[in-house]
DNA sequence: TTTTAAATATAGCCGTGGCTATATCGCATG
DNA sequence: CATGCGATATAGCCACGGCTATATTTAAAA
C-alpha cells in the first residue's frame, strides 16, 4: 500500500508450526526425564517428589503425569508411584543424552557451566537429530 | 526407600523456572519481530497479514495484537493497522538480530542452512545473553 | 450513492499448564 | 485395631493460545 504491491508473501509459517509443536513435547520430555531421575535414584517417583523438582505444586504433576500416561509414556496405580512404560524410558534416555551434549556443546564454546545449564534446559527441546549430530561432531573433533 | 534414604533432593526448580519464563515471552518476541518485518516491508502491518506469516487463524492474530498493546509493545486502532512501539521496534531488532546470530552460529558448526533456520526459530528464545556473546565470539574468531 | 467484498473484531469453545482448597486414601503408630 | 498424618486425588479457578462462526466496519466497485 505504502510502497510495495507484491503479494504479503505467503511466508514461511510452518517454521513456527514447527516450534510450537517442539514446545507442546517440551514438558512431556522433562517431565518423563525427572522421572526416569527419580527411578534411577530411589528405586520409584513420587508425584511429591516430581512436583518439587520441577518446582510445581502437587497437582500440576498429578496432572502432568495424567497425560504422561494418556500418551503412553508411564503408569501408575492410585495412591501409588509412577513407573515409566518401556517407551518413556526409551525417551528419558534420549532426552537426557540430548541434554548432556547440548550443555557440553555449550561449554565447548565458550558458554559457563551455569549458563549453559540454564540455556540447554530450553534450548533442548528444539535441537533437532541433525543439529544434535553436528555438535557430537564438534565435540568429537574438538574435544 | 528401596536404596536411598536421603532427602528427595530439593533439587533445582528453578532451571524449569527459567525454561517456563522465557517460553512466556517467545511467542511474544514472534510477533513483535513479523511485525517489525511487515512494517519494513510494506509500511504497516495488518493483522491479516501477520496471521498468514504466523500460520494461525486471523483472531487468533488479533488475540496476540491485544496482548502486545498490553504490554506496550504495540499500538493500533479498531480496523487499522498494527504498528510497533519505541520499546516494541527496539525489542524486535533485537530478537531479529540475535536470530541472526544463533543461525549463522549453527551454520559455523556445521549444520544445515535449512536446519538451522528451523532449528533456531524454537533456540533462539532460550539463549541467553551470555551464550550470544559467546556465539560472536566463536563466529568473530572463526568466521 | 448504494452495494458488495474484504478486513477486523467479537463471541464462545477447547486443551494446556499453572494455582489453591479440599476430599480421600494408605500407612505407621499408638 | 483405631486413628491420625502424610501423600494423592479431585474440584474449580485463571490466563494463554489455538480454533470456528458470526458480527461489524472499511473500502472498493457498480
Known amino acids: 500500500m505504502t510502497q510495495d504491491d507484491s503479494p504479503p508473501a505467503a511466508a ?54 495424567a497425560r504422561l500416561k494418556r500418551e503412553g509414556l508411564a503408569v501408575s496405580r492410585p495412591y501409588r508411584g509412577v513407573f515409566l512404560t518401556d517407551s518413556g524410558a526409551e525417551l528419558a534416555d534420549r532426552v537426557r543424552a540430548r541434554h548432556r551434549t547440548v550443555v557440553a556443546f555449550l561449554v ?24 544434535l549430530r553436528a555438535f557430537e561432531a564438534f565435540l568429537a573433533e574438538k574435544g
Open 12 to 65: 514461511q509459517p510452518d517454521r513456527f508450526a514447527h516450534a510450537r509443536e517442539a514446545q507442546a513435547v517440551a514438558l512431556l520430555e522433562d517431565y518423563v526425564e525427572m522421572i526416569g531421575d527419580l527411578m534411577a535414584e530411589l528405586g520409584e517417583a513420587r508425584v511429591a517428589d516430581i512436583a518439587l523438582r520441577m518446582g510445581v505444586a502437587q497437582p500440576t504433576a498429578t496432572k502432568a503425569v
Open 108 to 131: 565447548a564454546v565458550g558458554v559457563p557451566e551455569e549458563v549453559a545449564e540454564l540455556d540447554a534446559e530450553g534450548m533442548e527441546h528444539h535441537v533437532s537429530a541433525t543439529t
